[in-house]
């Protein structure tokens, strides 16, 4: 049986930037994930 790995650290809920178009802006996504990186989540 293999071993339990605890989570460690800060995570948060991301969310998905919508065009109104309804297709997902991508450029909005990766600027809220590195602004997350960039705070160390």
């Known amino acids: 049986m293999a071993a339990q790995q605890k989570f460690r650290g800060t995570a948060t809920a991301i969310i998905t930037p ?12 990766r600027r809220f994930v590195d602004f997350q990186i960039k705070g160390g989540v």
């Open 18 to 29: 919508f065009k109104t178009d309804g297709s997902i802006d991508e450029a909005a996504l």
